[in-house]
């Protein structure tokens, strides 16, 4: 069996806590024992029933906001997240809302009434919701003009695009009157042909939320033609008008950061994409320009300009090469007729004709012997440069 730390049991429960759904957002009924506040602002308490007990901490941002002082014994209604407290091992209801148990319950009672009216009326349905624009100019806020929320929405409305124009509709949203100035600003506003209306506040008890629990404000958001974000109480509250409007956010700012996108990160998108499609142009050009140099010089080898040009080239060597075997066969068959001839030469009865010799013949015939000659007998004496006629004289016969 695998042994492990307790760190690491302590975290592997966090994490199975902190990630079950039904326990980050719950409301537990109970009463107050153990009660202490810290002097950083904090509330430390218990819950319990007949039979159990809970650790609860409340921190002093939600503590600030409670509208009663905390004490023993009193029976509360606290919504908020459980996790556990990994250095204790120590499972707690992290508080972000509470009500006194007899307020809340006829709240709760209308509440739930008014929800359920309005759901089988089809003010809830999915499907009509109206899409939230992604690129919007002008941005209504229905909402107190001053406090948290309308300074929050501003803060990041510059920050997120700037060029944005927001329109405040100044509301009253806690105490009397509330729900219908709420209604009234969203009427006004919708008739301003804006591209997204934000209605909501802070957070506060389920009285101080009340107004946008209110049937006259969710049939104002449902009978709107222009989208509605509602960003009303922290994360933990869910009111009338979050189930009717196109898009709820869990706070204010988280509202504003629904209805207007962050200029600089589309920007960022935007250059991203481009700098992509260059570097997808650039290697689509490539190739094209590559495969373009393979088919011109395909081309180019099939051209009759370059088929011409190359047979053109060829006869050119073709005929040096006959010239020069020609060349050379000339000058082998004039060195073999120099060498017949001088062999001829050796040869010839007119190349003996020098130094006194000479060739004798009588009526054409050569003399072969001096007794055919007789007086008076003509010769012929041929030399090598010509030939004399000579007449016989006398003929003597050798002993």
Same mark, same amino acid.
């Given at each position: ?19 079950d ?139 997120r695009n ?8 100044? +509301? ?8 219908? *100035?709420?209604? &009234? /600003? %969203?009427e006004?506003?919708? $008739? ?55 898009k ?6 988280? +509202? ?8 600089? *990160?589309?920007? &960022? /998108? %935007?250059?991203?994409?481009? $700098? ?41 060597e ?32 007119s ?41 016989t ?7």
């Amino acid at each position: 069996m695998k042994t492990i730390t307790v760190s690491q049991l302590n975290g592997y429960l966090k994490n199975l806590i902190s990630s079950d759904y039904l326990l980050s957002k719950i409301h537990v009924k109970g009463e107050v024992s153990n009660c202490k506040y810290h002097s950083m602002g904090h509330i430390y308490f218990s819950l319990k029933d007949e039979s159990a007990a809970i650790s609860c901490v409340m921190f002093r941002q939600q503590a600030r906001q409670l509208p009663f002082r905390l004490e023993n014994g009193q029976t509360v209604i606290a919504g908020g997240r459980m996790d556990l407290y990994e250095r204790d091992g120590k499972v707690q209801l992290y508080v972000q809302s509470m009500t006194k148990a007899d307020e809340k319950g006829e709240l709760a009672r209308l509440y739930e009434e008014l929800k359920l009216k309005l759901s089988e009326e089809g003010l809830f349905d999915f499907e009509k919701k109206k899409p939230i624009p992604q690129f919007p100019k002008r941005v209504g806020i229905v909402t107190a003009s001053t406090g948290a929320a309308i300074r929050d929405i501003e803060q990041i409305a510059h920050r997120r695009n700037p060029y944005v124009q927001l329109i405040l509709y100044p +509301a009253k949203v806690q105490g009397e009157g509330a729900a219908l *100035t709420i209604a &009234r /600003g %969203i009427e006004v506003l919708d $008739r301003m042909n804006l591209d997204t209306i934000i209605i909501g506040r802070g957070g506060g008890s389920m009285e101080d939320l009340w107004a946008f629990n209110e049937e006259i404000v969710a049939r104002a958001i449902y009978a709107a033609h222009t989208p509605i974000i509602s960003g009303t109480g922290h994360e933990v509250d869910t009111t009338i008008a979050d189930y009717v409007a196109d898009k709820r956010a869990s706070t204010p700012s988280a +509202a504003a950061e629904l209805a207007i996108p962050d200029v600089m *990160t589309t920007i &960022r /998108g %935007i250059k991203s994409q481009k $700098r992509q499609l260059f570097l997808q142009m650039e290697n689509v050009l490539r190739e094209k320009k590559k495969k373009a140099e393979t088919l011109r010089l395909r081309l180019e080898k099939q051209s009759p300009e370059r088929l011409l040009r190359d047979k053109q080239q060829r006869l050119a060597e073709l005929s040096e090469r006959m010239k020069s075997r020609m060349k050379d066969r000339l000058n082998d068959k004039k060195n073999r007729l120099g060498i017949l001839i001088e062999k001829l030469n050796g040869r010839s009865p007119s190349a003996k004709l020098v130094h006194g010799y000479g060739y004798l013949s009588m009526s054409g015939k050569p003399l072969e012997n001096a007794v055919d000659a007789t007086p008076g007998s003509n010769l012929d004496i041929t030399l090598h440069d010509g030939v004399i006629h000579a007449e016989t004289k006398s003929v003597e016969k050798n002993q």
